[in-house]
């Protein structure tokens, strides 16, 4: 009877009793959630247009934000190094491209996924030689990153909103937004998605695989300066910033490894319910730190019942 | 001409299907069990039993155990340290509740647990495919090792959260434990490692592994043949648990000696992936191949530079390691997709019909 209580009662009795910290939970859900969905919007536009589950994605965050604060430790100004991050970002995509995705054209799924699971230890090991292990800070003030805070008073209670992580929430909206014009407007992105609905017409009209792997491993590199740059500015520099491709993939799950919407809601909807079970069940009832799985358990649970994900195109399998 | 197969007949099929058609191959095989047993031991050192021989053949066993489950019935798994978790606590559970427990039983024993929570994990595979079940066997692995981090009864509330081998003894020899000599360990692994590798070849020739393959070559086309694929999956994950959950056990008691939760984080699991995919998918065979690569990689690093006079600083060999073997996992899918296991199977080709090309 208490833990039905534990369970079922007493966190509604919280949200409601507290509903400014309720508010100040989905808040901080919701910016995680934007970087998740940011994060899974890297993997899907690969996935789509090559079938590679990019493992490389989380790394790739890491190595991006580490070049520019590393560039920023020698003496470059911080908007120049964004833009030779960029340049970097784009040199690496051309490099996959060439050594890694050109070669092996054709092999199975499992056979790519593991090259880019290479590509994650090549970096790792780059980036420690390049740049240290150590944590470095990410330069949020010669960004132009606002620091302060806005403080609300919902029904009498208080909200605490960064500007930092406001800065986020609208960057990413604006990235997003930028990246669906972009997929559905131009003569490029229009490209990248024939490519993802059908390989081989695609090509027969005349797309270029090499030009959009290309093209797609750029974008997913600037999603990684924009994501590692956002994560850095709250919890520093380091190689453990990896463990972001890992929040990313349990969003691919719900949201379907194909679905640009289902990456979006996906990470929305993930990133506000880990944070509301963490506080109101998980912390109480299990001893904490349950965000490392929760998303996994919801989206398997999910999977369950709808096999392709929430948003996912419909498996028909033909023998 | 050292591979000759003329003139080796077979005049039945039991002969036609045997293990080792040709005599040749039965050959090597003997050399390279009388290396295992008799020479390796003999000339090692306390040092190559630790950092080489063991850990070849724990990873090698963990390797052959996801091959089950992703070589042979094509389901991807990428929580395979997660599992060895499990049979590295079931078994620390079962020492310490029973301390009388013959420890070869327990390790044994402690594989059937895994298999257990391998099938629970394994029942969404039922629905779900390709990189869904991917993700979805990560949720294994990250809900397990939070489990083992906060069921302190797992860990018997030891205040530091690890588990700590006790020494055992077995018929007055001790196996386990900081008193347990290098070579007696060694022994017992390669002991378990040939009698499970024995038993899985059969499988997987047998009747069971024809319908994992059909199942990994086309499941919907197995199962118009009537091959019921609940059990064909529910199998494969039961068996591959089972013996990732003993070399888990064996890892942490014939090796490590001691360990932590995150012992068993990611990195474990992909290192078993690598040996695995690099080895061969499918083969049994390739999980050797790959494990010696992966792991006397490091050590080569480590020791050869020194050898010829360079110095290099340990965090810069590590560092370097990581991305030797991350570039090594490219070229070698690049030049061979099939991994080691098809370069030997090509060799082996070529000797056989050579000196003429065709």
Same mark, same amino acid.
């Given at each position: 009877?208490?833990?039905?209580?534990?369970?079922?009662?007493?966190?509604f009795? /919280?949200? &409601?009793?507290? %509903?400014?910290?309720? !508010?100040?939970v $989905?808040?901080?859900g919701?910016?995680?959630? =934007? #970087?998740? @969905?940011?994060?899974?919007?890297?993997?899907?536009?690969?996935?789509?247009?090559?079938?590679?589950?990019?493992?490389?994605?989380?790394?790739?965050?890491?190595?991006?934000?580490?070049?520019m604060?590393?560039?920023?430790?020698k003496?470059?100004?911080?908007?120049?190094?964004?833009a030779?991050t960029?340049?970097?970002m784009?040199?690496?995509a051309?490099?996959?491209?060439r050594?890694?995705?050109?070669?092996?054209?054709?092999?199975?799924d499992?056979i790519?996924?593991?090259?880019?699971?290479g590509?994650t230890?090549?970096?790792?090991?780059?980036?420690?030689?390049?740049?240290?292990?150590?944590?470095?800070?990410?330069?949020?003030?010669?960004?132009?990153?606002?620091?302060g /805070?806005? &403080?609300?008073? %919902?029904?009498?209670? !208080?909200?605490? $909103?960064?500007h930092?992580d406001?800065t986020? =929430? #609208?960057? @990413?909206?604006?990235?997003?937004l930028?990246?669906?014009?972009?997929?559905?407007?131009t003569?490029m992105?229009?490209a990248i998605r024939?490519?993802?609905?059908d390989h081989?017409?695609a090509?027969?009209?005349?797309?270029?695989?090499q030009?959009?792997?290309?093209?797609?491993?750029?974008?997913?590199?600037i999603?990684?300066?924009?994501?590692?740059?956002?994560?850095?500015?709250?919890?520093?520099v380091?190689?453990?910033?990896?463990?972001?491709?890992?929040?990313a993939?349990?969003?691919l799950?719900?949201?379907?490894?194909?679905s640009?919407?289902?990456?979006?809601?996906?990470?929305?909807?993930?990133?506000?319910?880990?944070k509301?079970?963490?506080?109101y069940w998980?912390?109480?009832?299990?001893?904490?730190?349950?965000?490392?799985?929760?998303?996994?358990?919801?989206?398997?649970?999910?999977?369950?019942?709808?096999?392709?994900?929430l948003?996912?195109?419909?498996?028909?399998?033909r023998? | 001409?050292?591979y000759?197969?003329?003139?080796?007949?077979k005049?039945?099929?039991?002969?036609?299907?045997?293990?080792?058609?040709?005599?040749?191959?039965?050959?090597?095989?003997?050399v390279?069990?009388?290396?295992?047993?008799?020479?390796?031991?003999l000339?090692?050192?306390?040092?190559?039993?630790?950092?080489?021989?063991?850990?070849?053949?724990?990873?090698?066993?963990?390797?052959?155990?996801?091959?089950i489950?992703?070589?042979?019935?094509?389901?991807?798994?990428?929580?395979?340290?997660?599992?060895?978790?499990?049979g590295?606590?079931?078994?620390y559970?079962?020492?310490?509740?029973?301390?009388?427990?013959?420890?070869?039983?327990?390790?044994l024993?402690?594989?059937v647990?895994?298999?257990?929570?391998?099938?629970?994990?394994?029942?969404?595979?039922?629905?779900?495919?390709?990189?869904?079940l991917?993700?979805?066997?990560?949720?294994?692995?990250?809900?397990?090792?939070?489990?083992?981090?906060?069921?302190?009864?797992?860990?018997?509330f030891?205040?530091?959260?690890?588990?700590?081998?006790?020494?055992?003894?077995?018929?007055?020899?001790?196996?386990?434990?900081?008193?347990?000599?290098?070579?007696?360990?060694?022994?017992?692994?390669?002991g378990?490692?040939?009698?499970?590798?024995?038993?899985?070849?059969?499988l997987?020739?047998?009747t069971?592994?024809?319908?994992?393959?059909?199942?990994?070559?086309?499941?919907?086309?197995?199962?118009?043949?009537?091959?019921?694929?609940?059990?064909?999956?529910?199998?494969?994950?039961?068996?591959?648990?089972?013996?990732?959950?003993?070399a888990?056990?064996?890892?942490?008691?014939m090796?490590?000696?001691?360990?932590?939760?995150?012992l068993?984080?990611i990195?474990?699991?992909?290192?078993?992936?690598?040996?695995?995919?690099?080895?061969?998918?499918?083969?049994?065979?390739?999980?050797?191949?790959?494990?010696?690569?992966?792991?006397?990689?490091?050590?080569?690093?480590?020791?050869?530079?020194?050898?010829?006079?360079?110095?290099?600083?340990?965090?810069?060999?590590?560092?370097?390691?990581?991305?030797?073997v991350?570039?090594?996992?490219?070229?070698?899918?690049?030049v061979?997709?099939?991994?080691?296991?098809?370069?030997?199977?090509?060799?082996?080709?070529?000797?056989i019909?050579?000196?003429?090309?065709?």
């Amino acid at each position: 009877m208490e833990l039905l209580n534990e369970i079922f009662v007493a966190p509604f009795a /919280d949200m &409601v009793a507290a %509903p400014d910290f309720l !508010l100040q939970v $989905l808040w901080e859900g919701l910016v995680s959630g =934007v #970087l998740y @969905a940011l994060i899974a919007l890297g993997f899907v536009l690969i996935f789509r247009s090559s079938r590679i589950l990019n493992f490389a994605q989380g790394i790739m965050v890491v190595f991006a934000a580490l070049t520019m604060v590393g560039l920023h430790e020698k003496g470059v100004p911080a908007w120049i190094a964004v833009a030779l991050t960029l340049v970097v970002m784009f040199g690496l995509a051309v490099a996959i491209e060439r050594a890694v995705l050109r070669p092996l054209v054709g092999q199975p799924d499992i056979i790519l996924f593991m090259a880019t699971i290479g590509i994650t230890l090549f970096l790792i090991g780059a980036g420690e030689i390049i740049f240290g292990g150590e944590n470095k800070v990410m330069i949020t003030e010669e960004l132009g990153i606002p620091t302060g /805070d806005t &403080v609300l008073e %919902p029904w009498g209670g !208080l909200l605490i $909103l960064q500007h930092g992580d406001i800065t986020v =929430v #609208l960057v @990413a909206a604006a990235l997003v937004l930028a990246l669906l014009l972009f997929l559905g407007k131009t003569r490029m992105g229009r490209a990248i998605r024939a490519l993802g609905d059908d390989h081989q017409a695609a090509l027969s009209v005349g797309i270029s695989l090499q030009t959009i792997w290309v093209l797609v491993w750029f974008i997913a590199g600037i999603i990684a300066l924009v994501t590692g740059i956002a994560w850095g500015s709250r919890a520093g520099v380091s190689f453990a910033l990896e463990v972001i491709a890992y929040k990313a993939l349990p969003v691919l799950m719900l949201g379907g490894l194909e679905s640009i919407s289902g990456a979006i809601i996906g990470g929305l909807m993930i990133g506000m319910l880990e944070k509301l079970f963490e506080i109101y069940w998980g912390g109480p009832l299990l001893g904490g730190n349950t965000e490392s799985w929760f998303a996994y358990v919801l989206a398997l649970l999910v999977l369950l019942f709808r096999p392709q994900g929430l948003f996912g195109e419909k498996i028909i399998e033909r023998v | 001409m050292l591979y000759r197969t003329a003139g080796q007949f077979k005049t039945s099929y039991r002969a036609d299907q045997a293990l080792f058609p040709i005599r040749q191959d039965a050959f090597l095989l003997g050399v390279i069990l009388l290396c295992a047993w008799v020479i390796f031991p003999l000339t090692a050192s306390e040092f190559t039993f630790q950092t080489i021989l063991t850990p070849i053949l724990i990873y090698s066993l963990a390797a052959l155990g996801l091959n089950i489950l992703t070589g042979f019935a094509g389901q991807l798994s990428l929580g395979t340290g997660a599992f060895m978790g499990v049979g590295a606590y079931a078994c620390y559970k079962l020492i310490t509740l029973m301390p009388w427990l013959n420890p070869v039983v327990a390790i044994l024993m402690s594989g059937v647990f895994s298999a257990g929570v391998g099938v629970l994990f394994g029942i969404p595979s039922l629905r779900i495919k390709g990189f869904y079940l991917a993700i979805a066997t990560l949720a294994a692995q990250f809900f397990l090792v939070w489990l083992f981090e906060k069921w302190a009864w797992l860990y018997n509330f030891n205040s530091s959260g690890a588990i700590q081998v006790p020494n055992l003894d077995m018929f007055g020899l001790y196996v386990a434990g900081p008193q347990a000599s290098s070579m007696t360990q060694y022994y017992l692994v390669l002991g378990i490692t040939c009698l499970l590798t024995w038993i899985c070849i059969n499988l997987t020739r047998g009747t069971l592994g024809r319908t994992w393959k059909a199942t990994r070559d086309m499941d919907i086309a197995a199962e118009l043949i009537g091959i019921d694929l609940m059990r064909s999956k529910l199998t494969a994950f039961a068996v591959s648990s089972y013996v990732v959950g003993v070399a888990g056990a064996l890892f942490v008691f014939m090796w490590r000696g001691a360990a932590e939760p995150n012992l068993f984080d990611i990195p474990l699991s992909f290192r078993v992936l690598f040996i695995a995919i690099i080895g061969g998918l499918g083969s049994v065979l390739g999980n050797y191949l790959g494990a010696i690569l992966i792991v006397g990689l490091p050590v080569v690093l480590n020791t050869v530079p020194r050898a010829i006079g360079i110095e290099i600083d340990s965090a810069l060999v590590e560092h370097l390691n990581i991305m030797i073997v991350g570039t090594l996992i490219i070229f070698f899918l690049v030049v061979e997709p099939h991994g080691l296991n098809q370069l030997w199977r090509l060799i082996r080709e070529k000797l056989i019909i050579w000196p003429f090309p065709h």
